[in-house]
């Protein structure tokens, strides 16, 4: 297209995002017509995209982080011929592949679900980071930004992290449109105060007016040109651009145009321009090979070890086995075992350094190139990503997190280190998978489990060494438990996980000599639960107590009531949690201040089983 005929898609761009809003009633079309021209110029001058093959790996990559200026993206799917005109006005209806907010469950050519500010720069480092050293592919990621989401830290956290690698293969777009939802941005059409920021993270940057086709055409040809650096095209444009009672406007945003016929007509009437859209060149697809044997470590009962350190060990086995595996770290490797892997797979190995959003985000650009990645942290560390973890499950995105260092029982470093929420957070994750060992052969086989699940998977783990409870060749499926003490006399079941099934496992001991028969369910998988044996230890016991170290709220007695919301009677339920606002002390002071040691599971067994015989 020449100048003429990029000025021309701009319009039509406008025209169409116009449209769509105003046929739903609803939408983005103003922040959509300030980056038509950014748009249009990437699409017919600088995209290589092959429509028919969105998996082609040789493909760009297009991330549009202001995910509600989404109006405008679909505009240019029709303009490259992967929709039609009929399917654009379906824009925000029920049923139609064109939501409010783009999502590649919906569309294939849409790499991740955007709509969260803030989040679409760091997921385009991940997949670019891909490009550079995993796929060893030559694909640009190009990323265009909203001004307003650059106030989000996720977003600087990103901008380090790239110049850090020196992505040059990422180009950043920002549409610096001065408006935010409520007014103006925090630097309005200040261009330098975006530039100098990126700049300081090692990127290139152009400053550019971004209704200027031929300018914003060298300032993208100059960022594909930059060798050894991101590069920031910061983009001058007018919210509404185009049209006059719109242009530059407050009080519009996320509101279709109130004239929209008479917009459509200022702009010059509707078009039907079609881009041919530059073809990838040609690539495959490089996934590392392992030697395909998983050989898990393996622990014989009575041992003791740490399940923070099973998982260290399984998961550099898992590496040697599969080629698709990698692993990241937020800085604490060696506390998490991540090291382990970095040590035999060091190509495969991403250190994030202490900035848990983009972990998780780059986790999610890994995910979506097909890389099958681990991402460890400390549980409490990742409640900061939580955002993240919830915008992978919009993507649907294959992500395995582990978060170590769980509950009271890391013992004197205090509270702030003390994941207590994080069963109840990924537990509320549409389709997680939530995993809590309680010994070493169970961590490393639900290790490699995870590999094979579809979602986000949550596997906890644990600092302090405990007992191996557990055979080598034990089987853990997902979804299941281990009944570890059961007799024809039990009148109390106890379901615990990781570090309370030993407690729980004691208390039983000692209520037997006592004469009193106590059921012990280790649940393992906390979400999927194993409904099943828990209702047949209801049924067969008349009463259950949970013990879990972690809060009372949404963690491992939440899961076990959830067993019994069919309609059908609800056992005598006791919960044994962490209520307290712990202190510095010892691992076993911990748990017997917060009530979930041997001594307090027995004194509450004790209770529930003569609560329970009365009539």
Not at 234 to 261: F, I, W, Y
Request: charge should be negative.
């Amino acid at each position: 297209m020449d100048t003429a005929e990029l000025v021309e898609l701009g319009r039509q761009l406008r025209v169409d995002s116009i449209r769509a809003a105003a046929a739903a009633g609803s939408g983005h079309p103003t922040s959509s017509m300030s980056a038509a021209d950014l748009m249009a110029v990437l699409l017919a001058r600088h995209l290589r995209y092959d429509f028919d093959r969105p998996d082609h790996p040789g493909n760009d990559r297009f991330v549009l982080s202001k995910g509600h200026a989404s109006p405008l993206l679909y505009s240019a799917y029709k303009a490259a011929d992967a929709l039609g005109d009929e399917e654009l006005l379906t824009f925000r209806t029920l049923g139609s592949r064109l939501e409010g907010h783009p999502t590649p469950q919906q569309l294939p050519w849409v790499e991740t679900a955007t709509g969260s500010l803030g989040q679409g720069l760091p997921i385009g480092v991940g997949i670019a980071l891909a490009g550079k050293r995993l796929d060893h592919a030559d694909y640009r990621v190009w990323v265009l930004c909203g001004d307003g989401e650059m106030a989000e830290g996720s977003v600087w956290e990103a901008a380090e992290h790239a110049g850090h690698e020196r992505l040059d293969n990422l180009v950043a777009i920002v549409d610096v449109n001065r408006l935010g939802q409520r007014g103006p941005t925090r630097h309005g059409h200040d261009l330098g105060a975006y530039a100098r920021r990126f700049a300081a993270f090692g990127w290139h940057t152009v400053e550019v007016d971004g209704h200027d086709v031929d300018a914003v055409d060298r300032a993208f040809a100059e960022a594909a040109a930059t060798d050894g650096r991101p590069t920031a095209v910061v983009a001058r444009t007018l919210k509404g651009s185009g049209v006059a009672e719109a242009e530059d406007r407050e009080g519009l945003h996320g509101k279709p145009l109130p004239h929209p016929d008479a917009a459509v007509a200022e702009l010059g009437g509707v078009r039907d321009l079609r881009v041919r859209v530059q073809e990838p060149p040609a690539a495959r697809s490089l996934h590392a090979v392992g030697d395909g044997v998983l050989e898990l470590p393996r622990w014989e009962r009575g041992d003791e070890a740490a399940t923070r350190d099973a998982y260290g060990r399984a998961l550099a086995a898992l590496g040697t086995a599969r080629g698709d595996v990698v692993a990241l770290d937020g800085e604490v490797g060696d506390s998490t075992r991540t090291e382990l892997f970095a040590k035999e797979h060091p190509g495969r190995y991403f250190e994030c350094y202490i900035a848990e959003q983009q972990m998780v985000a780059e986790a999610a650009g890994f995910a979506v190139r097909g890389w099958v990645p681990y991402a460890s942290t400390f549980a409490a560390f990742l409640t900061r990503a939580h955002d993240f973890v919830r915008m992978a499950a919009v993507s649907g995105c294959g992500i395995t997190l582990n978060g170590s260092h769980a509950g009271v029982s890391i013992g004197q470093d205090g509270p702030s280190q003390m994941g207590l929420e994080d069963l109840a957070m990924m537990r509320a994750v549409h389709g997680s998978t939530v995993l809590y060992p309680c010994d070493a052969n169970q961590t490393a086989r639900l290790v490699a489990a995870a590999a094979d699940l579809d979602g986000i998977r949550y596997l906890r783990t644990s600092r302090g060494s405990g007992p191996v409870l557990y055979g080598p060749d034990e089987e853990f499926p997902v979804g299941g438990s281990k009944v570890l003490r059961s007799s024809g006399r039990d009148r109390v079941t106890v379901v615990a996980a990781g570090v309370t099934v030993p407690e729980a496992l004691r208390a039983a001991d000692a209520l037997a000599e006592e004469g009193t028969g106590v059921r012990v369910i280790d649940l393992y998988s906390v979400k999927p639960v194993d409904r099943g044996t828990l209702r047949q230890a209801a049924e067969e016991t008349g009463a259950l107590l949970t013990v879990e170290d972690h809060r009372e709220e949404g963690g491992l007695g939440d899961a076990v009531l959830d067993a019994f919301l069919d309609g059908r009677p609800v056992p005598r339920l006791v919960r044994l949690a962490v209520r307290t606002m712990p202190g510095s002390a010892t691992p076993a002071e911990q748990l017997r201040a917060a009530g979930i040691d041997a001594e307090s599971i027995a004194a509450s067994a004790r209770l529930l089983a003569v609560q329970a015989a009365v009539p």
